[in-house]
């Protein structure tokens, strides 16, 4: 298969003016009367093409039904050139001063003709479809009139106009209600759409005015929702834009561009399966990436997908010479590590950008100093802690510019966090099956909403804060399409418009783990898989890993950390000529270490409690279903004072995974279910331990009642400290 070519492709488009026009007739008949004047051309074959030319222009000018003294002017051009060119052909002129200066006059009469008809012709069509309009407009405000009237039996009220949208989908009607009814009923939306005959995909919303009183009906007459909208942005339409503007996301009923603000405020997506939560997560992407003052972070600790297809053309193909996702973190560990960073960037630029802040109490992001924007997917699969860093970066980010766009299934108390939810004052919610969803997402308007109003795969609802700073009630959309091979296009574009992270930000303890964070991601992300050599920059360096919190398996990236000691007081370097760590003593690391070290640290060496050497220093225990109630003896000769129940708990839901749920957990350890449960939720009690989500754990789609590990190795820490 040959090649497709790169080479510029020929404009054959008439792309002329009316002038430019009259200038290329002129030309052509003076080169006529020029050479035709050489070669013996008769001067009659000038006049017959001047009468057709003035035939074919009176054709022209009645199908587009131009004013007739329009027509007359330039069927009289026509055949005042054929005039002038057949004279200079009889007496063989064109060549002279004097036919050559009454060629140009008529050329610029020609021209500046051809300019005034035009301009002339524009402004009559512009107010013939004014006129149409107005006509339209002023039929369907005395049918609303009369249908408000006979739907709601109102008495007074006034239709004050009525506003049709672009691309004829649909229209607003501006309505003064009277002063003893001023709201329509419950049931308005339906009894309207009734009465319209409405199509599939039509549909009715009602707003507030300008001032009190006055009410918007919006109808959309158009199913907009229902067509497939690509993606406009292309290689060749990508001019610079900046996150001031906010993200495009698509379109709305009334096509226009639904766009969500993430300069001020974070941003809340949500979706059940299948309903293009990711293509709406990659299209935000596109719109983030798209801008030269946005860096973009991404964690899915899920396998990465929503940066796979925008690493690719940087780490696989290497036509991008940098990554257009900044950071990936795409384990739990690598996430920490991220939100360390962030966090203590954003303490840093607090304090080094003092002098930015003297009109206002914000940044103004540029790309010297971008907007740091974290896009999380699948928040239900993050641990508490996690959860917890994520918040910090939520309250504390919004004055120096780093913003959180969060994506999971529901908007309900066991996926996101109640800072999430509060303080995500943009919010997405892709196609659902229960109404109920979206109320839980949207506080105010949410009970209005229809899910059938956005049944098509890729639709949904959003509100976002406008100019004023005023949120929107929930709108019905549809998300662009976007698609592997449109990404990796824009991703060549995209990159040479990347902004850095600035010196302030990364002079933070956590971020020395910043540079070598490609040499831990890339080779599990893509194995043994031969990458690109853009990526050399990236890698070719010592690797660090911070040293993990042997009871958590927290990253330890500042010595401030909670778990620190003089043990793990410093990263662990893994030269740049290996591609995956390597052991280094007793250094907890990821993978199986981690796994083991964890294990270890909830039971003794042996596995079972040390027998006192001595029966002078014999330890008395007291014990109620592998709880500890009562132990004497010297320090060294007590047993492990974490209860066995719970020690051994903790090991199997860290073998799970870190998750699993109650009935498993009681099978594990050959248990009843009820029996086991209450005591285990005992020992959480008994040191001040709350199980996270009610209680409930969500592995894959179900949600049951179950533990994490987080919640039993903080209990096991307790336990620890209180002895």
């Known amino acids: 298969m040959a090649a497709k070519s790169t080479a510029p492709a020929l404009?054959?488009?008439?792309?002329?003016?009316?002038?430019?026009?009259?200038?290329?007739?002129?030309?052509?008949?003076?080169?006529?009367?020029?050479?035709?004047?050489?070669?013996?051309?008769?001067?009659?074959?000038?006049?017959?093409?001047?009468?057709?030319?003035?035939?074919?222009?009176?054709?022209?000018?009645?199908?587009?039904?131009?004013?007739?003294?329009?027509?007359?002017?330039?069927?009289?051009?026509w055949l005042t050139a054929g005039g002038w060119t057949a004279s200079a052909l009889a007496d063989h002129t064109a060549l002279t001063w004097s036919s050559a200066g009454w060629w140009a006059a008529g050329t610029a009469a020609a021209m500046t003709l051809a300019r005034g008809l035009a301009r002339a012709e524009d402004t009559a069509r512009t107010e013939r479809v004014q006129r149409r309009v107005q006509k339209w407009a002023n039929k369907q405000a005395g049918e609303w009139h009369d249908r408000l009237q006979r739907l709601f039996r109102l008495e007074g009220h006034e239709v004050q106009g009525v506003r049709p949208w672009k691309g004829d989908v649909g229209y607003t009607v501006r309505v003064l209600m009277p002063s003893n009814t001023p709201e329509l009923p419950a049931d308005a939306v339906r009894k309207l759409a009734v009465d319209l005959r409405l199509p599939k995909g039509g549909g009715i919303q009602i707003l507030d005015g300008e001032i009190y009183g006055q009410t918007l009906i919006r109808v959309t007459a158009v199913d907009v929702l229902a067509k497939d909208l690509d993606l406009p942005d292309t290689p060749q339409e990508t001019t610079v834009t900046t996150i001031y503007d906010g993200i495009p996301l698509g379109l709305k009923p009334d096509a226009e561009e639904a766009r969500i603000a993430v300069v001020d405020e974070c941003a809340l997506v949500i979706g059940q399966i299948g309903s293009g939560k990711t293509n709406a997560v990659n299209v935000a992407n596109a719109g983030a990436l798209r801008t030269d003052n946005t860096l973009v972070m991404h964690i899915d600790v899920t396998g990465a997908g929503i940066s796979l297809p925008w690493l690719h053309s940087w780490a696989v193909d290497g036509t991008a010479n940098v990554p257009l996702i900044d950071w990936t973190a795409d384990t739990v560990e690598e996430a920490h590590i991220l939100c360390d960073t962030v966090i203590a960037g954003i303490g840093a630029r607090k304090a080094g950008h003092q002098d930015l802040l003297t009109e206002d109490d914000k940044l103004t992001v540029s790309h010297e100093l971008p907007e740091v924007l974290v896009v999380v997917d699948e928040i239900a699969e993050l641990p508490p802690a996690l959860l917890r860093k994520l918040d910090t970066i939520v309250n504390t980010g919004r004055a120096v510019r780093a913003r959180v766009l969060i994506c999971g299934l529901r908007a309900t108390q066991d996926v996101i966090t109640a800072a999430m939810k509060k303080q995500s004052r943009v919010r997405v919610g892709m196609r659902v099956s229960d109404p109920e969803e979206l109320s839980h997402l949207f506080p105010t308007g949410g009970a209005r909403i229809n899910p059938k109003s956005a049944p098509y795969r890729g639709c949904g609802f959003y509100s976002s804060p406008d100019e004023e700073d005023v949120v929107s009630d929930p709108t019905a959309f549809k998300a662009y399409r976007i698609k592997p091979q449109q990404i990796r296009a824009l991703s060549t574009v995209y990159a040479d418009r990347r902004p850095r992270l600035e010196d302030v930000f990364l002079d933070t303890e956590p971020a020395q783990y910043y540079a070598s964070r490609w040499g831990r991601i890339l080779p599990r992300l893509y194995k043994a898989k031969q990458l690109a050599p853009t990526t050399i920059a990236y890698t070719d360096m010592d690797v660090l890993y911070p040293p993990l919190n042997e009871l958590t398996g927290i990253p330890i990236t500042s010595i401030t950390d909670d778990g620190d000691d003089e043990e793990s007081n410093g990263p662990r370097v893994v030269a740049s000529t290996t591609t995956a760590p390597a052991g280094a003593g007793q250094q907890a690391r990821f993978g199986s270490d981690l796994l083991s070290d964890m294990l270890n640290a909830a039971r003794t060496a042996t596995g079972q409690h040390d027998q006192a050497g001595t029966e002078a220093d014999a330890t008395v225990i007291q014990a109620d279903f592998g709880r500890v109630i009562q132990q004497a003896g010297a320090p060294e000769n007590r047993p492990n004072p974490v209860p066995q129940l719970l020690a051994d708990a903790h090991q199997h839901v860290v073998a799970a995974g870190g998750r699993m749920w109650s009935g498993d957990l009681a099978a594990a350890h050959g248990l009843e279910a009820r029996a086991f449960g209450t005591e285990l939720n005992r020992l959480l009690r008994e040191v001040g331990v709350e199980r996270p989500g009610a209680g409930t754990v969500r592995i894959g789609e179900d949600t049951k009642s179950g533990y994490l590990a987080e919640t039993l190795a903080e209990a096991i820490k307790h336990y620890r400290d209180t002895e």
């Open 11 to 77: 404009d054959w488009g008439w792309n002329h003016s009316p002038a430019t026009s009259a200038a290329l007739v002129a030309g052509g008949a003076y080169t006529v009367a020029a050479t035709g004047a050489v070669t013996g051309l008769p001067a009659s074959h000038a006049l017959l093409v001047a009468g057709a030319g003035a035939a074919a222009q009176a054709g022209a000018d009645l199908y587009q039904r131009r004013p007739a003294g329009h027509t007359v002017a330039r069927c009289a051009a």
